[in-house]
């Protein structure tokens, strides 16, 4: 990559693999994020999208349809098996999601603290034209029995509890066992909001069976939830260390390239105290004598060592898949972002892509970039993994303004382009389909499903497919299963 002038060269990732055992951790430098804003355009019109159109989300329509109008929604996911399949069950499409009460008296931007997983169905083998406007998905209710995942806690005081993100595998396709992986989230705090202790993040997992007939798809069991991780501080940041740690979202795979084991990936914090100052040389990733690298001191002092996320990885050592062990990070992006949030692995012609979701306001000082997908790619697992689209990592962006303030979705820059957080949550699905939701579309905000849009996915790059759907969008929701599962005989 020849480095855009004024702008440093990214960071040399041979996408070599490693063991998943090995203790390397692949970094997402400075360097590599200083592409993105090399990308933006500085001369265009205040509020436009500064970024370039291949790999920019089109612009979602203002009059966007509610999902369901008495439910809001947020981040969502599919029924997967090993391989990130997405099964449809007895003819039904499914799919699982946060979930919050927009008529509880709360505001859309307080939802994350009562947040629960709900589910919603469709019937499978509709093309989307042939769907409602809004997809067409029947909300099935909260997934689990009420009280059943605030167990986890033990007694653990806490003012109030959430279930957060994850994802839910059909355990064998030739059945109907399903476990649902999730974030348990502990809240104690003040009637202000105020952290009297900070807030507990159990990775869990809770088994349940999928059922349906003609009419509508249910689901038993769910009352034993059982945590799997919490962090360690060693690889993985505490809340003792931070009280705004993040330590969440698992997404579980079986990796061919080591048969017989099944992994996670989350999304977690480098270990250590909050704001440390010791981001290193290679965290900024300079080349030898780049006349546009950044001197190590000055990072550290300007407030960029209080951003440091990582992808985590963890192997479960029983078939149950109920017992786990730390490994090392798989990336790390110390002194450049905060959160790399719902990681996914993806397989694609022997390569393999970590995807992960960011925001413009997680990146720290002297880094810019807008809300939406990242990803990277290596030749395995553990890989020294190359950031996607000129080094950078941004796969799919907001239009976004770079030249322009930030703003955010709760109290929006006027200047700044109406669609810098037009949706978040992005998910990479089977064929390069990506479903997200919409948080704030023109001052409108969501908690409904996006238009899926689809991405081209080749070597080091992806590109927004214009040709799908109308202009690049496709049908709000458009979640479909590429996989039936063997146990359906027809309507
Ligand atoms: C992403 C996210 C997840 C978390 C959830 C909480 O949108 O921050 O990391 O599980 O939202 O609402």
Known sequence: ??????????????????????????????????????????????????????????????????????????????????????????????????????????TFDDRHVHARISYFYRRAGIPASARPRNGGWIYGGHL??????????????????????????????????????????????????????????????????????????????????????????????????????????????????????????????????????????????????????????????????????????????????????????LISANCVNDQTERPQVYIKDGKYYLFTISHRSTFAAGIDGPDGVYGFVGNGLRSDFEPLNWGSGLALGNPTDLNTAAGSDFDPDPQQNPRAFQAYSHYVMPNGLVESFIDTVEGRRGGALAPTVKIQISDATTQIDLSYGQNGLGGYGNIPANRYDLDWQGF
């Open 1 to 106: 990559v020849t480095p855009v002038p004024g702008f440093p060269a990214p960071t040399t990732h041979t996408q070599q693999v490693y063991s998943p055992f090995d203790t390397f951790t692949s970094r997402w430098t400075r360097a590599d994020a200083r592409q993105i804003k090399a990308r933006s355009d500085p001369n265009v019109a205040v509020g436009a999208n500064s970024m370039p159109t291949s790999v920019t989300m089109p612009d979602i329509p203002a009059d966007f349809p509610q999902t369901n109008p008495d439910v809001w929604l947020w981040d969502t996911w599919t029924l997967i098996d090993a391989h990130a399949n997405q099964f449809s069950y007895n003819g039904w499409e499914v799919i699982f999601a946060l979930t919050a009460d927009p008529n509880a008296g709360y």
């Open 144 to 329: 689990f029995p009420d009280g059943a995942s605030v167990k986890v806690f033990g007694s653990t005081p806490l003012t109030n509890n959430a279930e957060w993100s994850g994802s839910t595998r059909l355990l064998k396709t030739d059945g109907n066992e399903v476990a649902v992986f999730y974030t348990a989230l502990g809240f104690n705090r003040t009637a202000e909001g105020a952290n009297i202790a900070p807030p507990v993040a159990i990775i869990s997992k809770t088994n349940g069976r999928i059922h349906a007939d003609l009419n509508h798809v249910w689901f038993t069991g769910f009352n034993n939830h059982t945590g799997l991780l919490q962090p360690d501080g060693t690889y993985y940041q505490t809340g003792q260390q931070n009280e705004f740690y993040s330590f969440r979202d698992p997404f579980t795979f079986e990796d061919p390239q080591n048969p017989g084991q099944t992994f996670m990936v989350f999304e977690g914090n480098t270990a250590g105290e909050r704001g440390a100052k010791d981001c290193t040389a290679a965290d900024l990733g300079y080349q030898a004598g780049d006349p546009n690298a950044e001197d190590l001191d000055t990072v550290q002092n300007s407030g960029a060592t209080y951003q440091k996320a990582n992808i985590g990885l963890a192997v479960s050592t029983d078939s149950s898949l109920t017992q786990w062990r730390f490994l090392p990070p």
